[in-house]
């Protein structure tokens, strides 16, 4: 009996002292990486060999079952994800688990000041993982759409930004704290003792405090990111639940936390190539155009390569740059190449496909367009009935009228979120081309009209732009006229011939026949007006009265919320110049 007893405790303490020598930080890294580089499957398989060993490994193992969940909308992931999620959430909130022991050891090995900063590490580190798994629980919470799950899930943000708060405010102070020791001290240190991991305030190194803080900055910022972009009527809501909004502290915060040694280093790089080439670009949140944050996301790109090289992801942010910078063709290649690279991730996929099919549209490639769209329509969880509305006008945009009138009538079958406004939309669309048998020239003004309210036609060569205005010069659909006027007017406004774009959406501004079937005309050919008179400072208050007229005057269109973010902007980008 001796024997094997002997034998397993040697066992066992082989396995302890390999425990002891992992990093656990540095593990998490390597596991978020080997994500990005298309590794999916071995990134979980490591998270949860090491799931048990600390915090940090039990949130990479939770965090790679939320990416999976929210990538397929599967409700018996997102179940999975939940259950991970709170798992994490009690062990970093438990002294009984069984990782506080391997602390404790380690612990009874160090000295005083050293015990002292793992103490000090572990808690704030198990108070930032806490409030990343509330964020997440909050986020498939939202999912649900329904009203009980957005007011659940409105309190747990609430919770999370308050520990965030208090996180990034305590590590603060321990940095500044260490800074000023350091300077009191550096003429007696030697260059030997001077080093990065002394430890310089309770036993906590700056090193430590270094990944800390980038820890707590992905969530700090995100929330200071992502609240600046809250529609403005919801603000009030906002407010009331205790949250900040400052777009500049997001975009530093996230950026500090890219540059740590943080497992979420790459996922702040990933969020801010998204905060560039997507949302700042769609929505215009700084007032400008769709270059702006390109110099950041290409220098962004460059500096990441090395480690990335053959990641699918930062090759479609790579795309998306070109595509920003009306580079189509070299789009599309990086689109093709980053297809290719997530042969086994399928909803990295379908986001490939979404932009080889805008690409297509872009360059007025129907067929390309239409075949992209059909396979998203078949494939993707997510809309069918959007896709299926796209599939439809590029496949009647090249010439397929009795496939796109089949297609119109799924549209409606495939109708099921009710309360989604792109859904609303499609169908919407989809129905009134039905009715009136579709033409060529209707289907490709269905084109347009997609390019232009997803904000894509600046993206447009100028040729390309031509072939659109001759298109839409043709179409004499009354209930389109003004439609017609506001889509002249956008390519007017893309050729910088402010002049005819001016009269184009005067006289979209004005038609009351169609205003029923093209409710968000009127509001946002007011807009375009106003954003036009803003440029020259002889006419900025008569631009900022249209904005305040299409905010304030209008109401019950489509993409209302899309509409009212972009005049807040414009009108806050004003401010700054213009103090009230």
Avoid at 214 to 221: A, C, P
Avoid at 348 to 366: A, K, R, T
Avoid at 440 to 450: S, T, Y
Wanted: charge should be neutral.
């Amino acid at each position: 009996m001796a024997g094997p007893e002997q034998s397993q405790q040697q066992q066992q303490q082989q396995v302890e002292e390999k425990a002891e020598h992992i990093d656990d930080a540095e593990m998490a890294l390597q596991g978020i990486n080997m994500l990005l580089n298309n590794g999916f499957k071995e990134s979980d398989e490591l998270f949860r060999r090491y799931r048990s060993h600390s915090p940090l490994m039990s949130f990479g193992a939770s965090f790679v079952s939320f990416l999976n969940a929210m990538m397929t909308f599967e409700e018996e992931k997102m179940q999975t994800a939940c259950d991970d999620l709170r798992t994490t959430e009690k062990l970093c909130e438990s002294d009984s688990a069984g990782v506080i022991e391997t602390i404790r050891n380690k612990i009874k090995k160090s000295m005083d000041s050293q015990r002292s900063g793992v103490v000090v590490v572990d808690r704030l580190q198990r108070q930032i993982i806490v409030a990343d798994c509330q964020v997440y629980l909050a986020v498939l919470s939202f999912v649900k759409q329904e009203l009980s799950a957005y007011i659940k899930g409105g309190w747990i943000l609430r919770k999370a930004w308050k520990m965030y708060n208090k996180c990034h405010s305590d590590i603060s102070h321990l940095q500044e704290t260490c800074q000023r020791r350091s300077s009191v001290h550096q003429e007696s240190l030697t260059v030997d003792n001077a080093n990065h991991n002394a430890p310089v305030e309770n036993g906590v190194t700056a090193e430590a405090l270094d990944r800390l803080k980038g820890s707590v900055s992905f969530g700090y910022g995100l929330f200071h990111l992502c609240i600046s972009m809250v529609p403005p009527h919801l603000l009030k809501i906002i407010n009331l639940l205790g949250f900040p909004g400052d777009r500049l502290q997001g975009l530093s915060s996230l950026m500090y936390a890219s540059e740590s040694k943080d497992m979420k280093a790459p996922l702040a790089t990933l969020a801010l190539l998204w905060y560039h080439t997507v949302v700042l670009p769609f929505f215009a949140l700084d007032g400008s155009d769709t270059h702006a944050g390109l110099l950041e996301a290409k220098a962004i790109l460059q500096r990441k390569s090395v480690v990335y090289p053959n990641s699918s992801l930062f090759m479609f942010f790579k795309g998306r740059v070109h595509r920003l910078e009306c580079h189509i063709n070299s789009a599309l290649a990086c689109f093709h190449d980053a297809l290719e690279l997530a042969s086994d991730q399928r909803e990295i996929q379908h986001v490939c496909l979404y932009e080889i099919g805008w690409c297509s549209m872009i360059e007025m490639n129907f067929e390309d367009a239409y075949r992209s769209f059909e396979r998203l329509k078949n494939e993707s969880r997510w809309s069918q009935c959007y896709y299926a509305y796209l599939t439809g006008v590029s496949q009647g945009a090249s010439g397929d009228l009795e496939g796109a009138s089949r297609v119109f009538k799924d549209v409606q079958k495939l109708f099921k979120r009710k309360n989604n406004q792109i859904e609303q939309f499609a169908v919407k669309r989809a129905e009134r081309l039905r009715k009136i048998s579709p033409t060529r020239e209707l289907c490709i003004l269905g084109v347009i009209e997609v390019l232009y309210l997803w904000k894509a036609l600046p993206n447009c060569s100028s040729s390309k732009l031509q072939i659109m205005n001759q298109v839409l010069q043709s179409v004499d659909e009354a209930s389109c006229r003004g439609l017609k006027h506001l889509l002249l007017g956008a390519i007017h406004k893309c050729h910088g011939n402010m002049r005819d774009a001016v009269q184009s959406f005067q006289l979209a501004a004005r038609d009351e026949y169609g205003r029923h079937i093209n409710s968000y005309v009127q509001p946002y050919a007011v807009y375009e007006l106003g954003c036009i008179l803003l440029a020259k400072p002889e006419t900025v208050g008569k631009g900022r009265s249209l904005l305040l007229q299409a905010k304030e005057d209008f109401t019950g269109y489509d993409f209302e919320n899309r509409l009212h973010v972009r005049i807040h902007s414009a009108l806050a980008s004003l401010k700054e110049v213009v103090p009230q």
